[in-house]
């Protein structure tokens, strides 16, 4: 392949391979274990992150084994790919460029399939190589529907990811963390103020083990913001500002419902006792269920209601 920035990555992944195969070897040699002995056991045990890493990274060497298509010559002359690209240009700035697919090439290049709508509403499906609001942009070629674009242009390479050393195999420790749901019936069945304090103070908890669901929610965004980032188009990198300001908003919330958690703890107040539960009648044995909704149109009076 031409050299590319992402070729060290992938040469070292592929050492990573080499050796997990090597080791599952090294473990499966020997006398067969008795099944469900601990010595097989302990064989499984071993053999799980080599096994592990094949699952995760088998489908990069697949695509790299197909990396071996001719890629395709120019399909536009000079002149007529000026044209085209100043039509995309154009076409852009007004919204009437919609993207639906995007790769990189085997030389890092961006590649997007796009319909171009022209000023009679007509559309053409074009394919793209640059950065769709870059000085870079250029049309590689046109042509009649999206599979014969993808068909001409050339081939992709595996996608990255945002962070190299995580991995879906990897052990995730589940924290003991309060759902929203049951925050939400706990200020239903809350008599204290300070008892609701306490379901704020669970979702904003910013240290510990349990970390709030809110803080959590801030973490989400700004990791979404970050991906954004990551992927290094000018439409991508403005949407990640339009998310790391969010995540700052949310930050400012928490700390802002913290204070109020704080105030209401100070009012050392409890439910007035005219709101009085009501215990939910329960048919008995044998009776169909009451039902306890209103209806719909309240019936007409026909005799004044009686005290008692």
């Given amino acids: 392949m031409p050299p590319a920035r992402h070729h060290a990555g992938w040469t070292t992944g592929l050492d990573e391979l080499d050796h997990a195969a090597a080791q599952l070897q ?72 919609d993207p639906y697919d995007s790769w990189y090439d085997r030389i890092n290049q961006l590649i997007t399939i796009a319909a171009l709508q022209h000023e009679d509403e ?24 999206e599979m014969e674009a993808i068909d001409a242009s050339p081939q992709p390479v595996p996608a990255g990811v945002l962070r190299p050393g995580v991995s879906r195999y990897a052990e995730r420790v589940h924290s003991p963390e309060t ?16 008892d609701v304090a306490e379901a704020i103070e669970t ?17 989400f965004v700004s990791v979404c913001a970050e991906f954004a980032q990551a992927l290094g188009t000018q439409h991508a990198q403005r949407v990640a500002g339009r998310l790391s300001a969010l995540s700052r908003q949310f930050g ?33 044995p044998g ?12 019936p007409p009076i026909t005799a004044p209601a009686h005290r008692r």
Wanted: with cysteine; proline share 8%; glycine share 8%.
């Fill in 26 to 97: 090294q473990i499966l040699t020997g006398s067969p274990d008795e099944p469900g002995s601990e010595t097989a056991r302990r064989r499984h045990q071993a053999m799980w992150p080599f096994l592990a890493t094949w699952a995760e990274h088998a489908g990069t060497v697949c695509d790299l084994a197909e990396q071996h298509r001719t890629p395709p010559g120019p399909a536009l002359s000079g002149e007529e790919q000026r044209e085209w690209t100043e039509m995309a240009r154009v076409a852009r700035a007004s919204g009437r460029l």
């Fill in 122 to 145: 007509t559309y053409t499906t074009v394919a793209l190589a640059g950065d769709l609001d870059g000085p870079d942009l250029l049309v590689l070629g046109h042509y009649g529907d």
């Fill in 179 to 194: 759902s929203f749901q049951d925050l939400i019936r706990d200020v239903h069945e809350a008599r204290r103020a300070s």
């Fill in 203 to 219: 979702a904003v908890q910013r240290f510990g083990v349990s970390r709030g669901q809110l803080v959590r929610l801030e973490e």
């Fill in 252 to 284: 400012a919330l928490t700390t802002e419902l913290a204070a109020a958690g704080d105030d209401l703890v100070s009012t050392v107040a409890v439910l007035p006792p005219h709101r009085t539960p009501r215990p939910h009648r329960h048919p008995g």
């Fill in 287 to 298: 009776h169909p269920a009451i039902s306890t909704a209103l209806p719909a149109t309240a």
